[in-house]
């Protein structure tokens, strides 16, 4: 896996997505996107999607659907959509907005808004996946406020009752939430250690590092895996970074301007 080529897919990433950022003059989901950048590049890298759909191919299920900057440029660099197309970007009639509506000829696997819906129905995928005897897996990612959803929970038994090893749970661990901290607006205290109660195979990595997160994403298990991502809300964009204003913002001028620097300070200098 080349590794600096993921890197600079990334940036590449994060540079269009400021762009489409720049251009909605109704507000996009910032932070949450620029937690999980690394994620979609480590995912994209590790999982088998041909860019021809295939049913036993693997299965991408973002959960967390207000991360498309992240999700619709990852989809982006796979070959999936056209640079004219995230030009589109949340303007009258387009198909690509504040969250993915669900179409295979773009490499949209389910259309995400409310919160807690992507894991539960990541749960029959991979059960049909499974009475079809497909070789495949099937990653499935969350925000860590998404948690505070009952029907994860509900979810993770259904799990590993029926003995789902084909799934992998990503928690983008980012810390924030619409209304603040998650430690504060509902306090999940020991994840890690709440999964492996419910017998997932639950490892802790750094967000931000593809290498780390394509390992993990990679390795083998006979049990449903979980891993634990250690993100920044916002991340690299110095006026944002670890604030809830970052959720849902605008990012125009001067603004715009700097997040671009912010970037290229950190891939460039």
């Not at 080529?5 to 994060?14: G, I, N, S, Y």
């Not at 020991?190 to 967000?207: A, C, P, Q, R, Y």
């Not at 993100?231 to 997040?259: E, R």
Request: hydrophobic share 40%.
């Amino acid at each position: 896996m080349d590794l600096k080529k993921l890197m600079q897919d990334c940036c590449e990433m994060k540079l269009k997505a400021l762009e489409m950022a720049s251009t909605s003059s109704f507000g996009v989901h910032i932070g949450g996107a620029f937690s999980a950048m690394e994620i979609f590049t480590a995912l994209y890298a590790v999982a088998n999607i041909p860019s021809t759909i295939e049913s036993e191919r693997d299965r991408i299920i973002v959960s967390k659907g207000h991360c498309v900057l992240a999700y619709f440029t990852a989809l982006w660099k796979k070959g999936f959509l056209s640079e004219e197309e995230l030009k589109t970007f949340e303007t009258d009639g387009s198909f690509f907005y504040g969250h993915p509506n669900r179409n295979l000829k773009y490499g949209i696997e389910f259309s995400a808004g409310s919160l807690g819906l992507g894991i539960s129905y990541a749960v029959g995928v991979a059960k049909a996946c499974q009475l079809n005897h497909y070789n495949n897996r099937i990653f499935v990612l969350l925000g860590d406020g998404e948690l505070n959803e009952g029907i994860v929970w509900e979810t993770l038994m259904s799990i590993t009752n029926y003995s789902l090893n084909n799934i992998t749970i990503i928690i983008d661990k980012n810390d924030y939430q619409l209304d603040g901290k998650t430690v504060e607006v509902m306090n999940m205290n020991d994840l890690k250690g709440k999964f492996e109660s419910f017998g997932f195979d639950t490892k802790i990595v750094d967000g931000h590092s593809i290498e780390s997160l394509t390992e993990a994403f990679s390795l083998p298990s006979n049990v449903p895996n979980v891993v634990i991502a250690k993100t920044t809300k916002a991340n690299g964009i110095s006026f944002l970074m670890n604030t809830k204003q970052s959720h849902f913002c605008t990012l125009s001028g001067k603004k715009y301007n700097q997040a671009v620097q912010d970037i290229k300070t950190i891939y460039y200098e």
